[in-house]
């Protein structure tokens, strides 16, 4: 790696990761790390990818995101195709180094289906509780309509002033 002769400090070289960034990612067997992508003003969660070095480097240094495709071998740039683009508005390292936020402005939809997030697509799984654990019922989740609307339930409440 060549070195700044006025600080005798490594420069990265053009097209690679800094040193002091790869040297902080822990990654796993394949070289990569999880990519979480959240829309940068809701703090909705659009995604989960996976970077390798390159992919991070692409992704800091073109203000677009760049992941490492598992199954096709490959670097795909989000939205190339789909015209889906997400442009990055930050990317923080987790404290064990072996996942980046990146917050985006996701332009259309970030899943493959059409869909706005991945997780949307995927949907809600039941989540259930042993006894003194908290609540004693299933709380509602964000995808049910009564966890935000209590006359969701029972739409007449609202008009007979059932409703708090």
Do not use: N
Not at 2 to 19: C, E, I, K, R
Not at 50 to 73: C, I, K, N, P, Y
Not at 74 to 90: I, N, P
């Amino acid at each position: 790696m060549p070195v700044d002769a006025s600080s005798s400090t490594p420069v990265p070289l053009p097209g690679s990761l800094d040193p002091a960034v790869a040297a902080r990612l822990r990654r796993d067997a394949s070289g990569l790390v999880a990519a979480v992508v959240q829309q940068h003003d809701t703090r909705e969660v659009l995604m989960l990818g996976w970077m390798d070095d390159e992919a991070l480097h692409r992704t800091l240094t073109t203000g677009r995101v760049t992941f490492w495709s598992r199954s096709r071998q490959e670097y795909w740039r989000k939205g190339d195709t789909s015209g889906h683009v997400q442009h990055v508005r930050s990317v923080d390292l987790d404290c064990d180094g072996d996942a980046v936020l990146v917050t985006v402005d996701q332009v259309g939809a970030a899943c493959h289906t059409g869909t706005r997030t991945c997780f949307e697509a995927g949907g809600p799984l039941p989540v259930t509780r042993p006894a003194g654990e908290g609540a004693t019922a299933q709380e509602p989740t964000a995808q049910d309509p009564t966890a935000q609307d209590p006359t969701a339930q029972d739409p007449t409440a609202a008009i007979e002033g059932d409703v708090p």
